[in-house]
């Protein structure tokens, strides 16, 4: 029996639809730019999500720094949310790469405060670094996969433009956020000057993410790309399946959304468990186990017993993420084993 896995939706994996064109893609040298699938690929993905152009990268860590490497020099500040994945899980590339200081902002439910937003950015006073950068994260992961608005991402726009300080959306599950809105992306990415949206997450790719910017920005940020050894050739073999994802794969995230509540509902009536049921927008949900009285590790090993996969977040909160290959009847599976065990 596979186990049930609720660790992310990073482990779907490619369907036959993507397979075959993954075999049949038309392919070649993307250094030379001549690989016509990558193109394709990066002409939808800049289309989609309404910007001039578009750079496919080798993973969501390599759009993120990529893109701050792009915006910044060295000594920058970028200022983030103080939970965000570019400070917390992109092993320190911001600093170890681009050599930027970063300035985390604590926010509500992933979204940060537009006014202290405005009060972090530096004045011109000698002894101050530039603010070089503002980055959010729609939707944000540590949060829970909360949807930041677009009237928040909007405020935080105009702030930040107004000092003429640029945004980064950190978009890795960007139509998630879209999907649970009910609005266009592009009501989202309206309110940043660069995006990065993974095709390997929900959207069940097997690689890769894709960078929107401006013409100019991405042909600065493909140099970047290439220093970094992100210049693949025959990448029309990844592209491919990039390319169905973004086609076929958006809409049905929807109920990635409905399995994960159906979970949250399942998770919050078993005695020793609480999950804000509510505050499940997307596909995450953060399940407190502190009344069980197990350790994060023998909560993860009772759920491995029962076949089932998670992962530890925080001290006594564990995350369900729901994706293609969790079925309603899966989310009842699990919730029967796990009521069981914990009986
Ligand atoms: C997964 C993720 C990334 C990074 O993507 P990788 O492809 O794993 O490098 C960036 N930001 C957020 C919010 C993510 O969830």
Redesign the pocket.
């Known amino acids: 029996m596979p186990f049930i896995d609720f660790r ?1 939706d ?1 482990v779907t994996k490619p369907t036959p639809e993507m397979r075959r064109a993954m075999s049949e893609a038309e392919v070649g040298d993307d250094v030379y730019g001549e690989d016509p699938t990558v193109n394709r690929l990066e002409a939808l993905a800049a289309k989609m999500l309404g910007k001039e152009d578009a750079l496919f990268v ?7 720094q990529v893109a701050i490497l792009t915006h910044c020099r060295p000594g920058d500040e970028v200022i983030l949310e103080a939970e ?3 400070f917390l ?2 092993a320190g590339a911001a600093a170890a790469l681009a050599g930027v200081q970063t300035r985390p902002i604590r926010g509500t439910n992933g979204a940060m405060d537009p006014d202290d937003i405005k009060k972090a950015i530096r004045s011109d006073d000698i002894h101050h670094p530039w603010s070089g950068l503002v980055c959010l ?1 729609n ?3 540590k949060a829970g996969g909360k949807v930041i608005s677009v009237e928040t991402m909007k405020a935080i726009y105009h702030v930040a433009n107004e000092r003429s300080v640029p945004v980064h959306l ?1 978009g ?2 960007l139509f998630n956020a879209a999907v649970a809105a009910g609005v266009p992306v592009t009501d989202f990415t309206q309110y940043a000057d660069t995006v ?1 949206i ?1 095709l ?2 929900g959207l069940s790719a097997p690689v890769g ?1 894709v960078l929107a910017g401006s013409r100019a920005f991405i042909k600065e940020a493909r140099k970047w790309r290439k220093r970094l050894g992100g210049g693949l050739r025959q990448a029309g073999v990844l592209a491919a399946p990039g390319i169905i994802a973004l086609e076929t794969m958006v809409d049905r995230l929807a109920e990635d959304h409905a399995n994960a509540r159906l979970l949250a509902n399942g998770l919050a009536a078993i005695p020793g468990l609480s999950v804000d049921v509510d505050g499940v927008e997307t596909n995450i949900g953060l399940c407190h186990i502190h009344d069980t009285g197990l350790s994060n590790e023998a909560f993860i090993a009772l759920l491995k017993a029962a076949g089932i996969l998670a992962s530890p977040f925080d001290d006594g909160v564990i995350r369900f993420v729901t994706h293609r290959e969790i079925t309603t009847d899966l989310v009842q599976t699990a919730l029967e084993r796990i009521k069981q065990q914990l009986s």
């Open positions: 992310s990073t080798t993973s969501g860590t390599q759009g993120n965000s994945h570019i899980y992109e994260e939707t944000h992961n950190d890795a599950r990065q993974c390997s997450k993410s």
